[in-house]
């Protein structure tokens, strides 16, 4: 559970010139009637869980329509039961192994969100980094705070016509992108203070085996060497866009989260220089992304923002072609907590963008 426990410290305090996302203009880049279901006129027990339900169908034809369902009212509080209406869409899910943040099991097949609460989440597509990314996610929310624990979604679609209007989208296209990732190692670290660590290969690739790790990474498209006290170094060299086979198109498929800039309110890590940081993002051919390039890649995902503002028992089914999906920082009160179950949906191999289908 994510709680108010924090304590400050010098790493805690952000450091200056650091790009904060804006996360929306105020008004919602599409209406929320859209893609929000009132479950309050829905029994929301067994009935409603077959996928021929009025509910199946409308949870259905609204993702199918817009890539964004949100069921609000439904009641509920129990994690495995919000799994089950998630699964109407989710139909299948995948293993989170090979990915970045340091998620744990709240419940079966139900993940923590893995990041802490003060940190800001840049907008980002789910596990970009990787030769094999998945279609959708699954958002449940078993504790909130009301008005102050939002998560926010912003239209892939409209940000990518508008990237690819700019510079930074033509160079984005020409050269494509370098994913750098180092993981620490947790015997490197046993006995000590977790100062400046993000997620170790041995949680990151599910084996306490460095072969197995090597091979686990190498399997998901990525180079790896190892560094000083068995660093874990990958590079993923892949287009900042991905081919979404359900509109016939390229779409956005990278973000600024993907750089030592995912870091700039992470507690215990945001007082490494950049250079030291675990993520680091470059273009294909190896240079280096200007702070105004940086700035732009946040403001393009920040236009289209569109806010979801979580009470309990809410539920969120996101595509991930179709929506990037991101968080501010939340800082809690005595006594507040605020908890997402996360349900990672099917795997896919990613291809990159497609010629001819800009």
Not at 188 to 196: E, H, L, S, V, W
Not at 297 to 318: H, K, L, M, S
């Amino acid at each position: 559970m994510n709680t108010a426990t924090n304590t400050a410290a010098d790493w805690s305090k952000p450091l200056p010139g650091v790009i904060e996302p804006r996360w929306w203009t105020g008004r919602p880049a599409l209406p929320p009637a859209s893609f929000t279901i009132d479950c309050g006129e829905y029994a929301m027990g067994e009935a409603d869980l077959e996928p021929d339900s009025d509910l199946a169908r409308r949870m259905n034809r609204t993702f199918d329509e817009v890539g964004l369902v949100y069921l609000v009212n439904s009641g509920l509080n129990d994690l495995q039961m919000m799994r089950r209406f998630a699964k109407l869409i989710v139909d299948r899910e995948m293993r989170y192994e090979g990915g970045a943040n340091p998620r744990d099991l709240l419940e079966p097949n139900v993940y923590e969100v893995g990041a802490p609460l003060q940190a800001w989440l840049h907008y980002h597509h789910e596990m970009a980094y990787v030769g094999h990314s998945t279609r959708m996610l699954g958002f449940l929310c078993q504790r909130a705070v009301p008005g102050r624990g939002y998560t926010f979604v912003s239209d892939n679609l409209q940000a990518t016509d508008a990237i690819l209007e700019s510079d930074l989208g033509r160079k984005l296209r020409e050269h494509g992108l370098c994913y750098h990732r180092d993981l620490t190692d947790r015997e490197a670290f046993a006995g000590t203070p977790q100062i400046g660590v993000y997620n170790h290969w041995q949680q990151s690739m599910m084996t306490d085996d460095p072969d197995e790790a090597e091979a686990a990474a190498r399997a998901k498209g990525l180079e790896v060497e190892w560094g000083p006290n068995r660093l874990l170094k990958t590079r993923y060299y892949i287009s900042g866009f991905e081919y979404f086979p359900l509109l016939d198109r390229n779409v956005l498929y990278s973000s600024i989260a993907d750089d030592g800039m995912w870091f700039d309110a992470w507690p215990k890590v945001m007082h490494l220089p950049y250079e030291e940081r675990p993520l680091k993002l470059t273009f294909g051919d190896g240079s280096e992304m200007s702070r105004e390039e940086k700035q732009a890649f946040v403001n393009v995902y920040d236009e289209f923002g569109i806010p979801i503002d979580w009470n309990v028992g809410d539920i969120a089914i996101v595509c991930n072609y179709r929506f990037a999906h991101g968080r501010p920082s939340i800082h809690l009160g005595e006594g507040e907590a605020r908890e997402l179950g996360v349900l990672i949906g099917e795997a896919y191999e990613r291809v990159g963008d497609l010629p001819g289908k800009w």
